[in-house]
C-alpha cells in the first residue's frame, strides 16, 4: 500500500517532464517506472535522486552494467525493498543475468547474510590483515 496517490498528470510539471523525458532517452524506452512516477510530486527530488541514478547506474565506469546491477540487488535484498529487488533483477537479466549466474548470486547472498550474522553474534574480532588502517597506528 503507498503512502502516496501516483501523481494524475505529472508530466503537465515541465520539469517532470524533462526528467522523464531524460530517462527515456537514457533508457531507450518508452516507459517511466512507479518509483519515478511517485517521485515527481516533488520536481527537486526527482530531479536529484535521476541524477545520482544516472551517473551512478548508466555511466560507464569502472564497474561493469551487471555488476551494478546486482550490487543493487543485494543492497535492495538486505533492505527488505521488494520493489528494487524486481525492478533490479529484470534490469540485471536486460543486461545478460543468466539463471545460472542469478542462482549463484542468490547463494551467495545467502552465504554472506549467515555469516554476516555468525560475525556479528559472536562479535568476532577483526584481524590486523583485514584492518587497512592497522599500519597508520
Not at 39 to 44: G, S, T
Request: net charge negative; charged share 20%.
Amino acid at each position: 500500500m503507498s503512502t502516496r496517490q501516483l501523481p494524475a498528470s505529472p508530466e503537465d510539471d515541465p520539469r517532470v517532464r524533462a526528467v522523464f523525458d531524460d530517462i527515456r532517452t537514457t533508457r531507450n524506452t518508452e516507459y517511466i517506472n512507479n518509483l519515478w512516477r511517485m517521485l515527481a510530486f516533488d520536481p527537486a527530488l526527482l530531479e536529484n535522486t535521476w541524477q545520482e541514478v544516472k551517473h551512478l547506474m548508466a555511466t560507464p565506469s569502472h564497474l561493469d552494467p551487471l555488476t551494478k546491477e546486482l550490487v543493487y540487488i543485494a543492497v535492495s535484498i538486505t533492505n527488505a525493498c521488494g520493489y528494487c529487488v524486481h525492478s533490479h533483477t529484470t534490469a540485471a537479466r536486460a543486461k545478460g543475468m543468466t539463471d545460472a549466474q542469478h542462482a549463484e548470486f542468490l547463494s551467495i547472498v545467502g552465504l554472506a547474510a549467515k555469516t554476516n550474522q555468525l560475525a556479528t553474534a559472536l562479535q568476532v574480532p577483526v584481524d590486523a590483515v583485514f584492518d587497512a588502517g592497522a599500519g597508520l597506528r
